[in-house]
Each structure stands twice: as C-alpha cells, then as structure tokens.
C-alpha cells in the first residue's frame, strides 16, 4: 500500500513538472523569410523571432506571460515589441484597426481573423508567407497553421493590414 502511494505521488510530482513539448512547424521557418520591412525592421525576421520566443507556450484566455497566452496578447506583444507599432489588445478591437484586405491580397504581418463559435467567440494570428499564420491555439500553444486548413477555411472572418496604415 505504502509502495503504491509513494509510487503514485512520484508519478505526479514528475509529469506535473514536465513541460508539453513545442510545436514543430511542418516547414522549416526560413521558408517564412521576405524582404518586407517597417520602420526599417524586417518583418518576417521580427515576426519569427517573436514565434521562437513563445513557441510552446500554452493557451490561457487573459494570459499575458510564459505561464500561457492568449491570442490577441500574442498578436499585440509582436506588433509592440517586434514590429514597435502599439495596436489594441483585444481581437474586437483588433479587427477594427488598420485597413480591410481581401484574403488573396495577404502579405507577411497581415492579422487574419476567425469566428470561431456561433457564439461569436473571435480569434486572431499574423499572416507569414504562402497561406500559413503563426497563432495561439486553444489545444496546441503557439503554432503555425495554413488558412487552407478545413477548420480554418470555414471559420475565416476577415483580414486587416496594420502596417504601412496610419
């Protein structure tokens, strides 16, 4: 009995310090890099730095730190620290910042917005390079997906360009 609980708490002491292991992007990041700058900053180059700093950082709804991280605090911090732009906080606000673009005309540090709920529940991520955005997902932390994802394709709202917009 005695070895079973003593065994049973190890177990739980181990896995509850573990971390969950980061996502891999199927591409490797260098096939994200443009030419593309702001306020003489390239954008892919900052835009994937900010990835490498979260990656494997879990989803938390409010959360602002390692501990976990929304997807409109994602967006916010790399547009602020990275791309020195202040934009709002939250998605709503977000979605109604810079310009409205149609989706064919993306290019790298466009925000693309969800809906991703009948409930109207929004979600956002910055667009890369070739359909793929960088996000925070509620199952997988900060990763990478493509816009031609069925999830994705069907739960598309609209895309906003925040850069070279006054």
Known sequence: MKTTLFFTLFILILTGCSTSNPYTPKKPLSSYKTNNTYKNINISDALLSHYRQWQGVSYKYGGENRDGIDCSYFVYDAYRKTLTKQIPRTTLYQSKSGKSIQKKNLTTGDLVFF????????????????????????????????????????????????????
């Open 115 to 166: 809906i991703t709920s009948k409930k109207g529940s929004r979600h956002v991520g910055i667009y890369l390079k070739n359909g793929d955005f960088m996000h925070v997902s509620t199952s997988r932390g900060v990763m990478i997906s493509s816009l031609s994802n069925p999830y994705w394709k069907a739960h598309y709202w609209k895309s906003r360009r925040i850069l070279n917009s006054n």
